[in-house]
């Protein structure tokens, strides 16, 4: 059964205390892996795709690669406003769902 | 550029009742599907639409239907509404199956 698991399930950071957050993930033909982030309330934003291993894409504090098993999601010296829940999501082979892992809840304080 | 919108923002139902949630997709996107989220947790497939037909659902009872129009935009309904139906039902849509999923606000239901 595809699945996708986030470690951990809550974080806490200083302010710039960089830090990772893992999702590993089992899929049938990965066709895309999604981070997302949202804040309490609202929709999950949009932050990054990755389709193949060894694929990497950064944004501003924010970097995601990729492996055959996981994910990471790379934050570099963060800041208060980055404090959300990050979510990550599969797209498999067969199917046009997106399957949510529950998430790592992030808290940087000053 | 409008994103994602989703109405009404809030609903409070009681057991038993009828709900409508209205969502309308990002300009470009033909695809709309349709999530729920339970405090906690991560988003959970409900359904998915394309040209005005279901293409695929997730496991959710009968309860749960939906529709597309011409427009693309789309209507999430539930039936016979139980408590555990309380969440925050969000709305994603997208050019086509393969790319990015694009979020709406989400309407936060109370069934009381």
């Known amino acids: 059964e595809d699945q996708v698991t986030q470690s951990p399930e809550a974080l806490r950071l200083q302010e710039g205390e960089s830090s990772s957050l893992n999702c590993s993930y089992t899929?049938?033909?990965?066709?895309?892996l999604f981070w997302y982030r949202q804040d309490p309330g609202k929709g999950p934003e949009f932050l990054f795709t990755?389709?193949?291993a060894g694929e990497e894409k950064e944004k501003e504090r924010l970097k995601a690669t990729l492996t055959k098993k996981e994910s990471f999601l790379h934050i570099t010296a963060p800041k208060p406003e980055d404090s959300a829940t990050y979510l990550c999501?599969?797209?498999?082979?067969?199917?046009?769902?997106?399957?949510f892992g529950a998430g790592t809840r992030l808290a940087v304080h000053p | 550029d409008a994103g994602v919108t989703q109405s009404p923002t809030h609903l409070i139902k009681t057991r038993g009742q009828q709900v409508t949630l209205r969502c309308s997709p990002k300009?470009?996107?033909?695809?709309v599907s349709w999530y729920q989220q339970a405090l906690g947790q991560g988003p959970q497939f409900i359904f998915q639409?394309?040209?005005?037909?279901?293409?695929q659902r997730g496991n959710f009872p009968d309860r749960f239907s939906g529709h597309q129009f011409p427009n693309y935009s789309s209507e999430l309904n539930v039936n016979a509404l139980l408590l555990g139906d309380s969440a925050l039902y969000l709305c994603?849509?997208?050019?086509?199956?393969?790319?990015?999923?694009?979020f709406g606000p989400g309407t936060r239901l109370t069934v009381l």
């Open positions: 994603a849509s997208s050019p086509d199956r393969n790319n990015e999923q694009f």
């Open positions: 899929v049938s033909g990965l066709r895309g």
């Open positions: 990755l389709y193949s």
């Open positions: 999501a599969v797209l498999g082979g067969g199917y046009n769902k997106l399957i």
């Open positions: 300009s470009g996107h033909d695809t």
């Open positions: 639409y394309y040209e005005e037909e279901e293409r």
